[in-house]
């Protein structure tokens, strides 16, 4: 039972566009999510988190929004570039577990 | 400089052979995790421990077994390989007990395959 969804399982973007990633999960018990990177052959990289007292968290060209009343959250990049393109996991967890719950992927590619 | 390190890249084993897959992480983290990443399925947790000695089951832990003698080294075993466990290991770690905050940090992977 998947309890955290990435619905896209691709995503193809111009170079200099928005990147836009989904997520959805279904637990609304979930109070921490972040934003994993993951290219070919390489284990994943942490991106950015959001805890569930914000709906938004920016890093630089990253940016986390959270609709906790439709369990959903999105991963913006802007600009995208060349070097974004790689698989995107969403993940989430309770503060009380232990667990992370991740997501499908979405492979995002940015075109030059 | 942060580092979660698995000790074989790739692997080629047959069926019915007995596999290890370690990992060592450098970060005195409490807690070690060993995930699975199939296409179309993403992450999937085998096993996890948060403290020497101690493991969990994750989600999909049929077929393996772990061992965490020590803090820093947490090993995935398969003691008799199938072909349906040809996959992308991936190990990671953890600082903590609380959850806010505490990202996992990843090792490179370990790619098995099974004949």
């Known amino acids: 039972d998947q309890q955290v969804k990435q619905n896209s399982p691709s995503l193809s973007v111009q170079e200099g566009r928005i990147s836009i990633l989904n997520c959805d999960y279904t637990n609304s018990m979930f109070d921490y999510f972040l934003w994993y990177k993951k290219y070919p052959a390489e284990g994943p990289t942490f991106l950015i988190s959001?805890?569930?007292?914000?709906d938004k968290n920016e890093d630089g060209r990253f940016t986390v929004f959270l609709n906790k009343s439709a369990k959903h959250l999105s991963l913006h990049i802007v600009p995208s570039q060349p070097g974004d393109s790689a698989v995107y996991f969403c993940a989430a967890s309770k503060n009380t577990g232990n667990q992370f719950y991740f997501g499908t992927g979405t492979s995002l590619t940015v075109i030059p | 400089d942060v580092k979660v390190t698995q000790s074989s890249r790739y692997l080629v084993k047959r069926t019915g052979e007995k596999v290890f897959l370690e990992c060592v992480q450098d970060?005195?983290?409490?807690?070690m995790f060993w995930y699975r990443q199939d296409p179309g399925l993403g992450l999937r947790l085998i096993y996890f421990?948060?403290?020497?000695?101690?493991?969990e089951k994750g989600d999909i832990p049929e077929g393996y077994s772990v061992s965490r003698e020590k803090k820093e080294r947490f090993s995935l075993i398969l003691e008799s390989a199938s072909t349906n466990q040809t996959s992308m290991y991936l190990c990671?770690?953890?600082?903590?007990?609380?959850?806010?905050?505490?990202?996992?940090?990843f090792g490179e992977g370990s790619r098995l395959t099974v004949l």
């Open positions: 959001i805890s569930s007292i914000k």
């Open positions: 421990s948060y403290d020497v000695k101690m493991k």
């Open positions: 970060m005195d983290h409490e807690n």
């Open positions: 990671a770690s953890r600082r903590g007990l609380l959850l806010i905050g505490g990202e996992l940090f």
